[in-house]
């Protein structure tokens, strides 16, 4: 499992930032899935991923493999992965967060960070494999080996889903697509129950925040020697809160985070504290004993909460996600900073 610790080093670095989150957003456009694809026919079955290209097959793929937050929105939508690939099992043998709901017994986890089994790859036979692309390192899906790319290429097809300027939501419905064409019902009772959830979550946070007058909120990483400060026009999850009214600071940088030392952690004031979860938990044993950190207002009014920078990439658990931040603002005062 991928520890708190180990994903700050990861966020220090450009190309292991926009994977870490799962989350992000960019500037950047890219080719749209395409909408009439995925269907058996005479010609097969063929589809055009995030990164534009297009996946020809013989037949409608049915042994997928899928790293682990795309294979947790596949699972909420009724596609069943054969296998797994990055987060799986937290130290005690608990699911990680990013797998959601996946049956961990039904599935083969081919390897986490830098863990990739290309024998264990080949053992499934797959008939495709479903990662992350990132715009900023192209050619390449997230947690597959770079070495190890051409290899996995030889042995299955990939399609790659990419996070797009039209944020979280954005990359939950491209992924949807492809649930779609591998055979999904969307319309399946379930799944619209899911969706009608997904929309009143989204209208009652939004509802919140209208009424909210003066709240401020500031996300971060942190660790024992620094700050980070998430710029949310990096983040898809936090964009979506900005649209539904979340003020959010946003940091002194044009970067994905401002870093700062815990001597200047008063710089940015906020009624509320969003701190990254990943690794298990809000990592308070750890800021605890900084006195800066209990100086801030915030902290002091008990007004701090997760971010879950990393989370599946499901309308249902980004549901459950919005509703968690719902309560949470429900209960925070917005005067505690003037």
């Known amino acids: 499992m991928t520890t708190f610790r180990e994903s700050l080093a990861r966020v220090a670095s450009r190309r292991s930032f926009l994977a870490v989150s799962g989350l992000i957003a960019t500037a950047m456009c890219r080719p749209a899935l395409a909408q009439d694809a995925g269907t058996p026919s005479a010609s097969g079955w063929a589809m055009t991923d995030g990164r534009g290209n297009t996946i020809s097959l013989p037949t409608r793929p049915e042994r997928v493999v899928a790293f682990s937050p795309v294979a947790a929105a596949l699972w909420e939508l009724g596609v069943r992965p054969v296998g797994v690939f990055g987060p799986f099992r937290q130290e005690d043998g608990s699911p990680d967060p990013q797998i959601g709901e996946v049956d961990l017994d039904a599935v083969v986890s081919i390897g986490d960070w830098e863990e990739f089994d290309l024998e264990r790859l080949i053992a499934l036979d797959p008939d495709l494999l479903v990662g992350l692309s990132l715009p900023d390192v192209p050619n390449t899906l997230w947690y ?83 700050i980070y400060v998430a710029n949310p026009s990096w983040f898809g999850d936090l964009r979506f809160f900005l649209a539904a009214g979340l003020p959010i600071i946003e940091p002194e940088t044009e970067e994905r985070w401002e870093i700062l030392s815990w001597e200047q952690a008063a710089k940015y004031q906020a009624d509320l504290i969003l701190v990254d979860n990943r690794g298990g938990g809000v990592p308070f044993p750890v800021l605890d004993p900084i006195g800066t950190w209990q100086s801030l207002p915030a902290v002091q009014a008990g007004q701090v909460g997760p971010w879950h920078a990393v989370a599946p990439y499901g309308r249902r658990a980004f549901s459950n996600i919005v509703r968690e931040l719902t309560e949470i603002i429900r209960q925070t005062d917005a005067s505690v900073v003037a």
Not at 174 to 191: C, F, K, N, R, V
């Open 144 to 226: 597959v080996p770079e070495d190890a790319s051409a290899t996995v290429e030889a042995i299955v097809p990939t399609f790659g889903v990419t996070p797009s300027d039209r944020g979280h939501l954005g990359l939950i419905e491209d992924i949807e697509s492809l649930a779609a064409a591998l055979a999904a019902d969307l319309d399946a009772p379930g799944i619209v129950a899911t969706r009608n959830e997904f929309t009143a979550a989204e209208a009652e946070l939004r509802d919140l925040l209208a009424e909210a007058e003066g709240l401020t909120a500031l996300v971060i990483s942190a660790s024992p020697d620094e």
